[in-house]
């Protein structure tokens, strides 16, 4: 079964740091961009980051620019986003997924993420 999961979530303080981890089963990550993307309480889910099939393209949100960064191991099929510097308005469940046939696709159960004091 093709799946992405989700990990590394959990609760910080303002400040803290946290590594999220997009691992792929049932199929290689290798041939595909990846998008992470949160979801916030009574919020629309937006794009946080994404990443080109090669790791060397990535994009950011504004809102995250130079306090995240996307990154990718082919060999383990995982992808990572290490958020730095965490905000409260950073509270959201993150959910990873694939860039296939024009749109987004393989959604796992996400990760949430709290930060508050």
């Known amino acids: 079964q093709r799946q992405l999961v989700e990990s590394g979530g959990g609760w910080v303080q303002p400040g803290e740091s946290l590594r999220l981890s997009c691992t792929a089963s049932g199929f290689t990550l290798t041939y595909y961009a990846i998008g992470w993307f949160r979801q916030a309480p009574g919020k629309e889910r937006e794009g946080v980051s994404c990443v080109g099939v090669s790791g060397d393209t990535t994009g950011y949100a504004d809102s995250v620019q130079g306090r995240f960064t996307i990154s990718r191991d082919n060999a383990k099929n995982t992808i990572y986003l290490q958020m730095n510097s965490l905000k409260p308005e950073d509270t959201a469940v993150y959910y990873c997924?694939?860039?296939?046939?024009?749109?987004?696709?393989?959604w796992g159960q996400g990760t949430q993420v709290t930060v508050s004091s």
């Open positions: 997924a694939v860039r296939s046939g024009g749109s987004w696709a393989g």
